[in-house]
């Protein structure tokens, strides 16, 4: 009888771990049915306007190339990333932000932002951190990178 209440509560334990396992694969399950490809990246499949996602970053891969990072870097940084798109012109005014542990970035409609996100994004993905002061932006060239697309 001294076995039944702790094998009651590993049984417990177990199916609740189970439930979690489970609820997480449907979650995952869910995200991957509202995205779709744009390029080397994901955009949501309610998203009106992939032609100008596309065009922006199609834009930003070429700006990057002014950087000290590889080519190959870039894109495999970028492949797979979810791009989501700030409901309102208020996130034009915002740098945007980059959810390294979402592999997701999100900018306003304008997508002013995109080229200085991707540019977070790569350097999480080459060098294992994100460089939030930008104190090394001038000499690898993601200020010049960042300058030329919004340029254009």
């Known amino acids: ?7 009651l509560v590993s049984l417990a334990i177990l199916l609740g771990g189970a439930a979690t396992i489970i609820r997480w694969r449907l979650n995952v399950a869910k995200l991957r049915a509202e995205w779709e490809p744009c390029g080397p990246v994901l955009v949501k499949k309610t998203l009106a306007d992939k032609a100008k996602v596309l065009a922006a970053t199609e834009r930003a891969i070429t700006a990057l190339r ?10 495999a940084a970028l492949q797979g990333l979810h791009v989501d798109i700030g409901p309102t012109e208020e996130w034009d005014g915002v740098a945007g932000q980059f959810f390294p542990d979402e592999q ?5 409609p304008g997508l002013a932002a995109l080229c200085h996100e991707f540019g977070h994004v790569v350097e999480f993905h080459i060098m294992g951190q994100i460089d939030y002061a930008h104190a090394g932006w001038a000499t690898n ?3 010049a ?5 919004t340029a254009k």
């Open 141 to 143: 060239g993601m200020m």
């Open 145 to 149: 990178a960042q300058a030329e697309y």
């Open 104 to 108: 997701r970035v999100l900018v306003g």
């Open 1 to 7: 009888m001294s076995w039944l209440v702790p094998g």
């Open 66 to 75: 002014l950087t000290t990072w590889s080519a190959q870097g870039v894109l």
